[in-house]
């Protein structure tokens, strides 16, 4: 990960950030707990695939404190829920983070950041990235995505599977909160489409907008493609097309 300085996200006119939802009364595994304290003692340079791993085992059931303000803003400009490795023999509010995903994460569409009163944060999850484990379970589907080339080109005879993106896919929350983003930034008629077609020996499943660069121009579009992949899956693919092609009566509303 990259430095993140964190600070407190500005709050909205007429709009609390804090969270005023989350359950009270969470249980947590502070044996989990004190296994990430442990991690997180070991000097960077020397955190490994096998750190990597002990860490996403413990992660999502240990129980956390939470930080003040709850909700930060990074440098990426994004909203983050602030994680705490709890003060030893101090009281505190329990959060774990396999519930709060379901709670009020992915509704309030912000990811998490863990132990940001530090020079460097111990870990950041993007709100992509807990997307991916509210569906499967992992906040990182570790097989390797299909390199596609930048710029892509569907051949003539080439067969492809259109659709739409399912909730196991695209959760609703998901879409809402994609939406209500593209929406602030002026974009308030985004068309999306689910397609599927075989690349050399793999399936590829590719997520398709209609955010072309003709549509929105191209330096927004660039933004808007490096700015969405907060919101994905890290492993999703996506594509744009223009809404009044060969796929237009595959898209639908997001």
């Known amino acids: 990960m990259g430095l993140f300085n964190f600070k407190k996200k500005p709050t909205e006119k007429g709009t609390d950030r804090s969270v005023t939802t989350a359950k009270e009364g969470y249980y947590g595994d502070l044996e989990k707990t004190a296994v990430l304290a442990t991690l997180f003692e070991v000097d960077r340079a020397a955190r490994d695939e096998a750190w990597n791993n002990e860490f996403s085992t413990n992660v999502s059931d240990a129980s956390f404190a939470c930080g003040e303000p709850q909700i930060i803003q990074g440098p990426d400009g994004f909203p983050y829920f602030q994680l705490q490795i709890p003060t030893p023999n101090k009281p505190f509010q329990c959060y774990v983070v396999r ?5 009020f994460i992915l509704n ?6 863990i132990n940001a009163q530090k020079a460097q944060p111990d870990w950041v999850f993007t709100y992509g990235d807990l997307v ?14 299909v390199q596609l080339p930048k710029e892509e080109v569907i051949q003539r005879q080439e067969k492809v599977l ?31 489409a689910l397609m599927t077609r075989q690349y050399g020996d793999d399936v590829l499943q590719e997520l398709v907008t ?14 808007l493609q490096s700015h969405l992949k ?17 796929l237009k009566n595959n898209f639908n509303p997001l």
Request: net charge positive; hydrophobic share 35%.
């Open 99 to 103: 519930h709060i995903v379901s709670d």
């Open 108 to 113: 309030r569409g912000i990811g998490i950041v």
């Open 132 to 145: 991916n484990f509210a569906v499967r379970g992992e906040f990182y589907t570790t097989s390797s995505p």
């Open 162 to 192: 259109m659709g739409q993106p399912s909730e196991a896919f695209l959760p609703g929350p998901a879409r809402l909160i994609i939406r209500q983003f593209l929406e602030k930034q002026g974009i308030r008629d985004t068309k999306i």
């Open 210 to 223: 209609n955010l072309t660069p003709k549509k929105v121009g191209q330096e927004r579009f660039e933004a």
């Open 230 to 246: 907060w919101f994905l899956p890290r492993h999703y693919a996506m594509v744009a097309t223009d809404e009044d092609g060969s």
